[in-house]
């Protein structure tokens, strides 16, 4: 299935660049990337899904997108509010106008699908989160003593400081592309990524989700569907976190652990993931 790169405008004129595959009228599927990542991780999923039946769209997100990137500098312009408004607002511009639609997220992405599963529940069909804990899961791993999640976390407060933009930008961004690379992200899906942070300025916007939001949310327990997939190798978030995500969804829930797998997950197991979406999809029909 033919994947079309479109501008999606949302209603406060924000102008997201999206890919886009599937029947217009056919069930919705929402796929929101991590940082410092782009639409360009579902590559693989978009089609799989469209070719199954659904319409699937994955955006480069707010400050993602050069024509939704307002003045990071104004950190009202990167609230949870916004973040997760912005979810809604694309669903409904795909067109799932007062239709409940599937929704997946990965890294900063999963975030907002869990804060829209929780502010929102009635618009889900399903939910599908990548590496990013249950928030209430997340929070308690930190505040462990005994645990190593504050220092898996230790990036977080790099990314406050005002130089840090410049710092990852420098060299042609050589520090970006070795933090991805080590990783196990291949070069050409740090290119791919870089072409859409294409500068100081777009990253900026998206350091400003990390400066605008407090990461340790609290939240009540998920009713939706939630099929939850995590990397044993992930280097960023724990098993601790991982493994007590279950105890905050109180809906039908689903662990899949990919072994070897790290944060980045999609660059190194995109065809079993995908595989696992539409799975999970497709038994929680709208």
Not at 97 to 122: C, K
Not at 260 to 280: K, N, P, T, W, Y
């Amino acid at each position: 299935m033919t994947i079309v790169t479109e501008t999606v405008e949302t209603h406060p004129g924000l102008q997201f660049s999206t890919d886009i595959a599937g029947d217009p009228g056919a069930d919705f599927v929402l796929l929101l990337h991590g940082f410092p990542e782009s639409r360009h991780i579902w590559r693989e999923t978009v089609p799989l899904l469209s070719g199954a039946g659904y319409r699937a769209a994955a955006p480069d997100q707010r400050g993602y997108s050069a024509g939704a990137r307002p003045d990071p500098a104004d950190l009202s312009n990167y609230t949870y509010d916004r973040l997760v408004r912005d979810a809604l607002d694309l669903a409904d511009a795909c067109g799932a106008v007062g239709r409940r639609f599937h929704l997946v997220g990965h890294d900063w992405g999963a975030q907002i699908a869990w804060s829209v599963a929780s502010r929102h529940p009635e618009r889900l069909a399903s939910l599908t989160i990548l590496s990013r804990p249950h928030p209430m899961a997340f929070r308690a791993a930190m505040a462990d003593p005994d645990g190593d999640q504050a220092y898996r976390s230790r990036h977080h407060k790099a990314f406050l400081q005002p130089t840090t933009a410049d710092l990852m930008m420098a060299d042609g961004a050589l520090r970006f592309r070795r933090m991805l690379a080590a990783q196990n992200v291949p070069n050409a899906a740090i290119d791919a990524h870089l072409s859409v942070i294409d500068g100081r300025d777009a990253l900026e916007a998206t350091l400003a989700w990390y400066r605008a939001n407090d990461i340790l949310l609290e939240m009540g327990s998920i009713a939706t569907p939630t099929l939850y997939i995590w990397g044993d190798a992930d280097a960023t978030v724990g098993p601790k976190a991982a493994l007590a995500t279950k105890q905050f969804v109180t809906g039908p829930f689903h662990m899949e652990v990919i072994p070897g797998a790290g944060h980045f997950m999609m660059d190194e197991a995109a065809g079993r993931i995908s595989e696992l979406v539409l799975a999970h999809i497709a038994a929680n029909p709208t």
